[in-house]
């Protein structure tokens, strides 16, 4: 199936070494996410949301490996039970909290991926249907965070 | 860009009439997903966590309009503000609870797409990032569920 980017995400980070793992990782990070025109109708109300689901294109990602490190730790993962960016189809989803809204340009914060990502989804973040209280961390745990490593994609 | 199914989904929905809403309308309806074998090692410790989110392709829906009535009322919404199966990209999401896995087949619960859906990839559902409690209903507000309208797409 093809798809087509409805626009772009823009940020401060310009190398996956500066890009934050998480957008509650980088929530004081302002991005700026510009929707063609030919779809800009279709972000009608959605400033009624305060947060929305990103979908995007993780069109930097390096070499694709079912089991791997992942960033919160060493051990090898599946990349199914990972949100890292080498994976199968190569489509990334964050969280970002909406800040404004003109026209066709979206004012967001926690934007934790590169400049220039192409956005393939807009979705709104419905905490009646997403908040999930029962759910566990899995592997993840919680460990704490830690500096992200340089040179592994 | 071009993307290929990672598996498919199944469950007992064989129509869009029959098909709930949101997983959380369909909690107790069990679905199975089979991941094609050659992606299977990428499920390793998927067993750790107790949600995930699918992302799949909407293959059957309609027409794309930008704005339009919803499932869940009938005021006409932009497709950024709405989960409506008819968007562009048709990328669709659930966040599904994980029950059981037998190597490549993965049993769900909540799987609110049709029988036979492509999927295009899995995501641990991970509460320490996802789980926003301060995010807004947006127009959704607490709108009660209705049934779903005949010959809607």
Redesign the interface.
């Known amino acids: 199936?093809?798809?087509?980017p409805?626009g772009h995400i823009f940020t401060q980070y310009r190398t996956k070494e500066e890009c934050p793992i998480?957008?509650?990782y980088s929530s004081e990070a302002k991005g700026r996410i510009e929707?063609i025109e030919e779809?800009a109708?279709?972000?009608?109300?959605?400033e009624?949301?305060?947060?929305?689901?990103l979908?995007y294109?993780f069109d930097r990602a390096g070499e694709i490996r079912?089991?791997r490190p992942t960033f919160l730790d060493d051990e090898?993962?599946?990349?199914?039970?990972?949100?890292h960016p080498c994976?199968?189809?190569?489509?990334g989803?964050s969280?970002v909290r909406l800040e404004e809204r003109q026209n066709n340009i979206l004012i967001v914060s926690g934007a934790d991926v590169l400049d220039g990502t192409?956005l393939?989804?807009?979705?709104?973040?419905?905490?009646?249907?997403?908040?999930?209280?029962?759910?566990?961390?899995?592997?993840?745990g919680?460990r704490p965070l830690r500096p992200k490593p340089i040179n592994r994609e």
Chains 1, 2 share one sequence.
């Open positions: 199936m093809q798809l087509q409805i998480q957008p509650v929707v779809y109708a279709g972000l009608k109300d959605i009624t949301f305060s947060h929305i689901y979908l294109l079912l089991i090898p993962h599946g990349i199914y039970a990972s949100r994976r199968p189809n190569g489509i989803m969280i192409p393939l989804d807009i979705k709104p973040y419905i905490p009646r249907f997403d908040i999930i209280k029962s759910a566990s961390n899995g592997w993840v919680d």
